[in-house]
């Protein structure tokens, strides 16, 4: 019976297993459930859903405020949560929640993000899964945010989630009576607009600098960076079958056929 | 006129700008359009849609035979088609190409995959884009699948395709009358029956390292990985819109409001 036993969830990240969001999350999950945590050993951002093939990974045991806390790896997000399952873990955890990320993961940003990589990958390895973040990049406060991953990973336990997919949620930087509401939302279509510094080191050897930030071009609220910006919580439901079946229709009557 | 002018091609990869898959694809890619290469200076297989944002990016001309090949980036290969289309390259190209991998990118694999994650960021960036893969680990023979590929780039520079739809082909490795054809296909449902080996370094300290392959669970032709294992060519449109749009239907009846 799940409802007396305690539930087992299984905390990772990509900003690193000392940064401020896993401990907010740690803090509020500790009260539905037996936490296990297990994320990167440094700054992950943007890794996608990288994972280590052609390098050993080693785990240390991590200690905040003089106590064990969780292991520590030298590896993706996605990694972390595949040693998990596989190697550190005696039993297959109930849940996978990864965050709580510093910064927006809406719209393009869903591709890059090592936040959600963790809990796609927690999904394909049948477990059900949440993505955790707060949309700032300012000096954030994890409070509200970690309260509702809780309340949402004790509905996820109650109600499961269909086989291949998983939660992406972005909450606002606001304090709970400044949100307007909860809104599940479509990934959005807006794009970064890059450019590149093109900068000269100490040396006068070249290099380039990533900038620029998301366009924003969804102003619907069924959209989630349009749903955050509007001070809505966010939660997208997303898969990893990345199929076009609009255009696995269409191509059909391309005849491919003829190219061999 | 496109059909006087020669096209303009982005050819990129992540088994390294020293790979001899890239040499093949633009050997035949030259035949219809002038090229540009830009590809990551060393091998980033499984380094999924990861941008580099907190570090410099440097690139390098490389040379092949004596004389300019393509600049040669310290990065992923998303970065490659950002640093390229932003910085490096004086016009948008016409098309991007990605490949050819050595080593299948069908079914779970597409998601981890360096080389469809160069062709995503020419779509996101607007550019019709095809991510090629040759079937094996074994010693490789690109010939056909450079072939495939050219004949195939063709095909989508008179088509095009649509916004957001790239195209992830999968070529056997078989001479071209061993191929039995061309199918328009799905990502596949195959995931990876992961272990980890532990082992000890010559200093006894642990480490783990990833092992394991593709579980094949898909018998029918109509997925990208049962096509190649059966002798067919497989090209699967797919999109990063990655919404579940079956679950945000159904999750509206959750009352996710009542989580505030």
Redesign the interface.
């Known amino acids: 019976m799940k409802s007396k036993k305690k539930y087992h969830i299984l905390v990772c990240n990509d900003d690193g297993i000392d940064a401020p969001g896993i401990y907010a999350l740690v803090q509020e999950l500790k009260k539905i459930g037996t936490i296990s945590v297990v994320a990167p050993d440094k700054?992950q951002?943007?890794?996608?859903?990288?994972?280590?093939?052609?390098y050993?990974?080693?785990?240390k045991e991590f200690k905040k405020d003089g106590k064990f806390f969780g292991y520590a790896v030298q590896g993706t997000p996605?990694?972390c949560v595949?040693?998990a399952t596989?190697?550190i873990l005696k039993h297959q955890p109930d849940l996978v929640v990864s965050g709580i990320n510093h910064g927006s993961n809406t719209a393009?940003s869903?591709?890059?993000s090592g936040t959600v990589?963790a809990a796609?990958e927690g999904t394909?390895?049948g477990i059900p899964s949440i993505a955790v973040s707060l949309t700032t990049y300012a000096p954030p406060d994890f409070r509200y945010a970690a309260q509702?991953a809780r309340?949402?990973a004790s509905?996820v336990l109650k109600?499961g989630?269909?086989a291949?997919?998983l939660l992406?949620v972005n909450v606002p930087p606001l304090k709970?009576n400044e949100?307007k509401?909860?809104?599940?939302t479509?990934?959005g279509?807006a794009?970064w607009n890059?450019?590149?510094d093109?900068?000269r080191?100490p040396n006068n050897?070249?290099?380039?600098?990533?900038t620029g930030g998301l366009e924003d071009v969804d102003t619907d609220l069924e959209f989630d960076e349009a749903a955050v910006r509007n001070q809505y919580?966010s939660?997208?439901?997303?898969?990893?079958?990345?199929?076009?079946?609009?255009?696995?229709d269409?191509?059909?009557k391309?005849g491919?056929?003829k190219?061999?």
Do not use: C
Not at 56 to 59: G, I, N, Q, S, T
């Open positions: 700054q951002s943007a890794v996608g859903h990288a994972i280590t093939m052609n050993p990974l080693r785990v996605a990694d595949k040693l596989r190697a393009i869903v591709i890059y990589s796609t394909v390895l509702f309340k949402l509905m109600k989630l269909p291949g997919t992406n709970k949100i509401g909860i809104l599940v479509r990934q279509k794009v890059d450019t590149f093109h900068r080191d050897r070249e290099y380039f600098w990533l919580v939660i997208t439901p997303i898969h990893y079958d990345l199929t076009d079946y609009k255009m696995f269409a191509m059909k391309w491919v056929e190219l061999r």
